[in-house]
């Protein structure tokens, strides 16, 4: 089945220590994105790639990076956690057209200790 | 800025209720409606999309309603189960560019009992 797959599911990180996030899909889709969802908050946008283009939310602290090497994979990385980096890490992904629906992965849960 | 309301924040039914969801946006500019569901610790599961020219959509059990111009969708689901049990979010898409972006509601936490 076509999906959208992140790695790991969990993470756990020290203050301070860099840590990168997976994203990986087999839609073939031309747009990923990155939303950081902490406990009981909406889904927040932090970045997008469409096809290589990176897209950065104005918003979007400079600790957070992305990387998208091809097609089927995009990284975050936070440079340097803090205990408010602690949150739902979601990926999402959609194509350009048609209802540009849009496809999410099951989520990264990072703890920063 | 678009800003989507959901209402209300909890819920919690007898098994068989039918029930609805609401969610409200600021600005009726939108391309489509998504409804997603997320189960504590998981991602989010795709479960209606209206695009802005349709009134409604259905799948098995859900039905959702989009009203464009007084910024309100609502979800409707029948007979509820306790497998229902979930949060519930909607979440509009704007922007100008062929594939937009999402902003989402806070969500409405359902428990369903048996």
């Known amino acids: 089945d076509a999906m959208v797959i992140q790695n790991p599911r969990y993470q756990v990180t020290q203050f301070g220590k860099p840590v990168t996030l997976s994203c990986s899909q087999t839609?073939?889709?031309?747009?990923m994105y990155w939303y950081q969802q902490k406990s009981s908050q909406a889904p927040k946008l932090l970045f997008h790639?469409?096809?290589?283009?990176?897209?950065n939310e104005a918003d979007t602290p400079d600790n957070f990076q992305s990387r998208r090497p091809n097609t089927s994979f995009c990284f975050l990385d936070i440079r340097s956690p803090g205990l408010g980096d602690a949150a739902m890490y979601l990926c999402?992904?959609?194509?350009?057209?048609?209802?540009?629906?849009?496809?999410f992965g099951p989520g990264t849960r990072l703890t920063v200790l | 800025k678009q800003e989507v309301t959901q209402i209300p924040a909890a819920l919690s039914v007898p098994e068989g209720e039918n029930l609805v969801l609401n969610c409200s946006f600021t600005?009726?500019?939108?391309?489509?409606l998504q409804w997603f569901r997320q189960d504590p610790g998981k991602g989010l599961t795709s479960l209606l999309l209206?695009?802005?020219?349709?009134r409604e959509q259905t799948s098995g059990r859900l039905n959702a309603s989009l009203d464009k111009s007084s910024g309100r969708s609502t979800l409707y689901i029948a007979a509820s189960q306790p497998g229902d049990s979930a949060t519930y979010l909607c979440a509009v898409r704007t922007g100008g560019t062929s594939y937009g972006k999402l902003t989402f509601g806070q969500g409405t936490i359902l428990t369903v009992h048996p």
């Open positions: 600005d009726s500019a939108i391309y489509n």
């Open positions: 790639y469409y096809d290589k283009d990176f897209n």
């Open positions: 209206i695009q802005s020219s349709q």
């Open positions: 839609l073939n889709h031309n747009v």
């Open positions: 999402a992904t959609s194509r350009t057209g048609g209802s540009n629906e849009q496809f």
